[in-house]
T-cell receptor, first 115, second 112 residues
Framework: GAGVSQSPRYKVAKRGQDVALRCDPI?????LFWYQQALGQGPEFLTY????????KSGLPSDRFFAERPEGSVSTLKIQRTQQEDSAVYLCASSLGLGGVDTIYFGEGSWLTVV | QKEVEQNSGPLSVPEGAIASLNCTYSDRGSQSFFWYRQYSGKSPELIMS????GDKEDGRFTAQLNKASQYVSLLIRDSQPSDSATYLC????????????FGTGTRLTIIP
């Protein structure tokens, strides 16, 4: 596709429900990132993949958060037993990953509201 | 203390004037810095990147980096109403864009 595609764009989940957020990076992009952006805040790093390898997951806030990219393309961020504090925009981003400085392209985000 | 600090604003600037956005960072190990523009409800979009001390110009935008004083700034010349957005400053301990630390953003409004 032309850009990073995320789905669903909007999700309302009841507290305790599991959710799965999907990211389709730009074709050919090796690096994929997940960020969480709370209202009025800047994005906070969650995790980073290079192809299918998850190289950094230090930003995942708890063991309820899990991300995967099994074939090195599409990625899924899963949140188990959602809590109200999980309400945020989840941004996926990708870059060529050639080393040196790449431009990171962000998707439009998945807006999660936990009620 | 956040690793990257920005004045949240709002910052109001008359059309045609220079908008000055500032950012400080605490991690002396940060190697590269980025300015992103984010319109309300939209994704962040890269405006400028800077890695070396000094100024870097791109059209109406100039990024300035001072590693000794640990600050980064963005100047927008001839401000246009379309520049109204939130501007996010981000730092990275590497040159590879692998783990950006963002500030909270400065909301800029250009007054026609």
């Amino acid at each position: 596709g032309a850009g990073v595609s995320q789905s669903p764009r909007y999700k309302v989940a009841k507290r305790g429900q599991d959710v799965a957020l999907r990211c389709d990076p730009i074709s050919g992009h090796v690096s994929l990132f997940w960020y969480q952006q709370a209202l009025g805040q800047g994005p906070e790093f969650l995790t980073y993949f290079q192809n299918e390898a998850q190289l950094d997951k230090s930003g995942l806030p708890s063991d309820r958060f899990f991300a995967e990219r099994p074939e090195g393309s599409v990625s899924t961020l899963k949140i188990q037993r959602t809590q109200q504090e999980d309400s945020a925009v989840y941004l996926c981003a990708s870059s060529l990953g050639l080393g040196g400085v790449d431009t990171i392209y962000f998707g439009e985000g998945s807006w999660l509201t936990v009620v | 203390q956040k690793e990257v600090e920005q004045n949240s604003g709002p910052l109001s600037v008359p059309e045609g004037a220079i908008a000055s956005l500032n950012c400080t960072y605490s991690d002396r190990g940060s190697q590269s810095f980025f300015w992103y523009r984010q319109y309300s409800g939209k994704s962040p979009e890269l405006i400028m990147s800077i890695y070396s001390n000094g100024d870097k110009e791109d059209g109406r935008f100039t990024a300035q980096l001072n590693k000794a004083s640990q600050y980064v700034s963005l100047l927008i010349r001839d401000s246009q109403p379309s520049d109204s957005a939130t501007y996010l400053c981000a730092g990275d301990p590497y040159f590879g864009n692998e783990k950006l630390t963002f500030g909270t953003g400065t909301r800029l409004t250009i007054i026609p």
